[in-house]
């Protein structure tokens, strides 16, 4: 059974910096892509950030890009966030592909599996 669990969500202020981590289990994605999407309250998810595969490239929404950074390390993606702003607020999702990305890294569509979500509030 695939799992995707995340953790480091919590409150920071304006201009802080939260790591969030994600572990999978149940399969190996080594070589499949890995990303996070957020969803803010009466909102749709949007994607954040996306690897393509350990080692391979990172794509960031243009929100986050310069402020937020993509890493994995074997069975876990972590999403390093800085300069912290009150509309990253949300909950953020762990997500990764079961193959090919057919509908673009972007799309909460190419991915198969998801994590529980982790809050992240950003005070002002």
């Known amino acids: 059974q695939v799992q995707l669990v995340e953790s480091g969500g919590g409150l920071v202020q304006a201009g802080g910096s939260l790591r969030l981590s994600c572990a999978a289990s149940g399969r190996n994605f080594n070589r499949n892509y890995m990303g996070w999407f957020r969803q803010a309250s009466g909102k749709e998810r949007e994607f954040v950030a996306s690897s393509s595969w350990s080692g391979g490239g990172t794509y960031y929404a243009d929100s986050v890009k310069g402020r937020f950074t993509i890493s994995r390390d074997n069975a876990k993606v972590y999403l390093q966030m800085s300069s912290l702003k009150p509309e990253d607020t949300a909950v953020y999702y762990c997500?990764?592909?079961?193959?090919?990305?057919?509908?673009?890294?972007?799309?909460?569509?190419?991915?198969?599996?998801w994590g529980q979500g982790t809050q992240v509030t950003v005070s002002s």
């Open positions: 997500a990764a592909s079961g193959g090919g990305i057919t509908y673009g890294y972007r799309s909460p569509r190419s991915y198969n599996y």
